[in-house]
């Protein structure tokens, strides 16, 4: 806790001390003993803890503890028993001087919750203190014609106690010529005086010597005395008399020096020399006294001398005598005194103990952080003290005991908005005009794991090419928390599943600290497209909040799949031909391939290598792959080729297959004969129904102006091919825009994928591998060319291509426009 204070001038240091605490319950409570000075060590006091409703077995757990402001030695708590005892020696003249009342003001804490009670044990006065005069012996000269009744004052005694201890009585010891009188003033001043009963007679007897005892009230009584010697002096009829015995001033304590207090006037009725008079202070004027007041001999003026403080002195009693200047001077008498009156030149005074601090952001209203206690050394309203407290700020100060505040919570905290707070306390007094001192208490407010770690977005979305190499850092994750130290350190992890028949650990790991994910194997993009899981963040708070995020790892193709030529005769056989029934582009084989990869990786093209300089009277479609002539065909022509078709895709670098056929040509009369021994390339097991991959050209169009991206859905077509009738039932429509004509091939090969005709560039290429239902096995691959004219509200789908020996049934099938719009 920072602690400073500023006020206005001649202010005073606090006093700071540190109580660590837990909690606070609202409320506070009041007990009241009583123990007698000078009480001995141990001495039985109250029994605290039962008066203040606490179990024994309580106190040490809950960290029972006593505390005092001024004297937090004097006394004690036995925590075994609960008893409030003496601890060391208590004076009360010490502690509190000659004040009335004299008490102790404890305060008493427990934790767990917390709980202050204010106790207040007053101490009683004994009488310890006998009266006490300030000098051993008085010295009077009393001129021998001085008349029966005459009065001369001698100085009283003090006693440091109160009450009955400190009410005095005197006497003189029992003589024929001098009684006493006693007489009882304001402010709990007494004047004495010696009365003379008989006349003195100098020549009989020239000193007198009286024992002056002063008895309090005390039970046993104390007694002080004092040896009063009289010298008798001769001569002189009349002394001086003053206008009156006492006098009586009032004076502001903070009056300047020099400021007249009084004018004294004594009367002689002597004449001449014996008139004249001189003022002194008596003999039985102190020096603290004689430190504050002047006077001037001649003229009798009484005037302040140096500084007044009513907080040290209240009252000044001056003897002064007034003496004639006769041989024998014979003096008179009188007594002032001064009362000093209270002015505010004293600013409060305040003391603060931290309780709780630092609290935590989920302390409960009403929960005490500081206790505080002021105190002004005035009197009256100018020692009567209020607190306040700087606006705007979450707490409140509630009155307690006197002059005791607690500085409370009064609304809730919230350390991530507010993390520190300065509470100014400003204590003033009813002066006029007033004075002020004010307190600043900076309160740290403590986190509370109450924030879950967050990430910026709920999901995002990583592409990674496949074949990475094992540990491969493929994206970083990072949570902010908005709490502090633990509370805000986050830790990652994956949130564990199976992909497949794996787990995903085997597939990716998140570091606990950077959140850095890794790829611990190379990703296959042919088996495993996107890789969809979530990362979770958690705090170091207790209990801990964590929050997910969910990454879709998209993996991306690389050419790393060659062609794979499809047989038999797809992937190369012998050719016989007729040379005379062979025409200009007629069909004599079809190569067929395809490619595991995606998108422009599984897009293949065909070439018909050069044999020689020799021209071949063949060519390859260059996306159908169909081996074709490009002129008749005659006698003249080599009885024997070799046909090398190169089967290359669009990767980079573009990987290749070939495949090749001989072509045998025969006489008119001979049947030609296609041989199904295959010379490159093999192809697995097939069945009618078959994956499909689809390659769907996207088509951007204009509408009206407005450039619209066409949205593209897709739906796998269920193929049924019977051995006999081999229909056909397309799936749902796909909605594009109008105005684009694409070619679309389909291949009955598991898992492949091939796009055939003249393919969109590479840019609007999208690839789809739609899974059909497996079918009654055959033999036969079916190829054909499905033509799709699109329009805004219809599209058109015709089938064209069939090889010779592909079904009628599908052939002649006729299919209707579909209508997109209510589709």
């Not at 304590?253 to 009084?262: A, F, G, K, M």
């Not at 005009?433 to 879950?452: H, Y």
């Not at 560039?761 to 899974?771: C, E, G, H, I, V």
Request: net charge negative; with cysteine; proline share 5%.
């Amino acid at each position: 806790m920072l602690y400073s204070q500023r006020g206005s001038p001649g202010s005073r240091r606090l006093l700071i001390s540190f109580v660590l605490l837990a909690a606070w319950e609202a409320g506070s409570s009041q007990l009241h003993y009583s123990v007698p000075e000078e009480a001995k060590h141990g001495t039985f006091v109250g029994r605290i803890a039962q008066d203040l409703g606490l179990e024994l077995a309580e106190l040490v757990p809950r960290l029972f503890r006593v505390a005092s402001k001024d004297r937090g030695d004097l006394l004690e708590v036995n925590l075994q028993n609960g008893i409030l005892f003496v601890n060391s020696r208590i004076d009360r003249e010490a502690l509190c001087g000659r004040s009335a009342e004299c008490s102790i003001y404890l305060e008493v804490i427990v934790d767990r919750p917390l709980q202050v009670f204010h106790v207040e044990v007053e101490v009683r006065d004994i009488n310890d203190n006998p009266p006490r005069f300030s000098r051993p012996e008085q010295r009077l000269s009393i001129l021998e014609s001085r008349m029966p009744d005459s009065r001369f004052p001698v100085e009283g005694a003090s006693d440091m106690d109160v009450g009955s201890n400190a009410a005095l009585s005197y006497k003189v010891n029992p003589n024929e010529y001098f009684d006493l009188d006693v007489k009882g003033k304001e402010e709990e001043t007494t004047v004495l005086q010696l009365i003379l009963k008989k006349p003195l007679d100098r020549e009989e007897t020239q000193e007198h010597r009286l024992l002056l005892i002063a008895i309090d009230g005390g039970k046993p009584e104390l007694t002080g005395t004092v040896q009063l010697l009289i010298d008798v002096l001769d001569a002189n009829d009349n002394a001086p008399e003053f206008d009156e015995s006492v006098y009586n001033v009032r004076l502001l304590e903070n009056t300047p020096s020099d400021t007249l207090v009084i004018k004294l006037n004594a009367t002689d009725a002597d004449e001449g020399i014996n008139k004249e008079i001189l003022y002194f202070f008596s003999n039985l004027v102190l020096d603290d006294v004689k430190s504050k007041f002047t006077i001037e001999s001649t003229s009798g003026e009484i005037k302040v001398k140096g500084a007044l403080d009513y907080e040290d002195r209240k009252l000044y009693e001056i003897n002064v005598d007034a003496v004639d200047r006769s041989t024998f001077p014979l003096a008179g008498h009188c007594k002032v005194i001064v009362k000093l009156v209270d002015v505010n030149d004293n600013v409060p005074d305040m003391a603060i103990t931290s309780l709780f601090l630092p609290i935590k952001e989920d302390a409960q209203l009403g929960t005490v952080i500081a206790l505080i206690s002021v105190s002004d050394r005035d009197s009256g309203a100018n020692g009567q003290v209020t607190c306040s407290l700087s606006p705007h700020v979450p707490f409140k100060l509630v009155p307690n005991f006197k002059n005791y505040y607690s500085l409370v919570l009064d609304s809730a905290l919230d350390r991530e908005t507010t993390a520190d707070y300065k509470a100014v306390v400003t204590a003033r007094d009813g002066g006029s005009p007033s004075l002020w001192a004010t307190a600043s208490v900076s309160v740290e407010v403590a986190d509370v794991n109450d924030n879950a770690p967050a990430f910026p977005q709920p999901e995002y979305t990583v592409f990674v090419k496949e074949n990475n190499p094992p540990g491969a850092h493929i994206f970083t994750v990072s949570a902010m928390d908005a709490d502090a130290q633990e509370n805000a350190l986050v830790s990652y992890s994956l949130v564990e599943r199976r992909v497949g028949e794996r787990l995903l650990s085997s597939f990716v790991s998140v570091h606990a600290e950077s959140g850095k994910v890794f790829a611990l194997q190379p990703l296959d993009h042919e088996e495993l497209e996107l890789l969809q899981f979530q990362v979770s963040a958690r705090d170091a708070g207790v209990p801990a909040l964590g929050s997910n995020v969910t990454l879709q790892v998209f993996v991306l193709d690389e050419n790393d799949n060659a062609p794979a030529l499809l047989g038999p005769q797809g992937g190369g056989g012998t050719i016989e031909l007729s040379s005379r029934s062979v025409s200009l582009g007629h069909v004599v084989a079809k190569v067929r391939a395809v490619d595991a990869d995606s998108g422009y990786n599984a897009w293949l093209s065909y070439e018909l290598q050069s044999a020689g300089a020799v021209r071949s009277p063949f060519r390859v479609g260059l996306y159908t792959g169909e081996i074709s002539t490009t002129r008749v065909l005659d006698e003249s022509d080599t009885p024997r080729q070799r046909l090398l078709v190169l089967v290359k895709d669009h990767g980079e670098p573009a990987l290749t297959a070939t495949a090749t056929f001989l072509v045998s040509l025969v006489e008119n009369s001979q049947t030609p004969k296609v041989s199904s021994r295959v010379l490159v390339g093999t192809s697995g097991s097939h069945s009618t129904l078959v994956d499909v991959n689809v390659y769907l050209i996207i088509a951007i169009c204009a509408v009206s102006s407005l450039l619209v991206l066409t949205l593209l859905l897709y739906t796998a077509l269920r193929c049924s091919a019977a051995p006999r009738e081999g229909v056909c039932e397309p799936g749902k429509p796909v909605l594009v825009c109008s105005s684009a004509v694409g070619t679309w091939s389909y291949s009955q090969q598991r898992r492949q994928r091939v796009c055939s005709g003249e393919c969109p560039p590479k840019t609007d290429l999208m690839a789809f591998s739609p899974s059909l239902p497996q079918g009654p096995s055959s033999t036969e691959n079916v190829s054909f060319i499905i033509l799709l004219k699109f329009s805004l509200n219809s599209l058109m789908l015709n089938i064209e291509g069939f090889p010779s020996d592909f079904s009628p049934t599908l052939k002649n099938q006729t299919l209707h426009p579909i209508n997109l719009v209510n589709s």
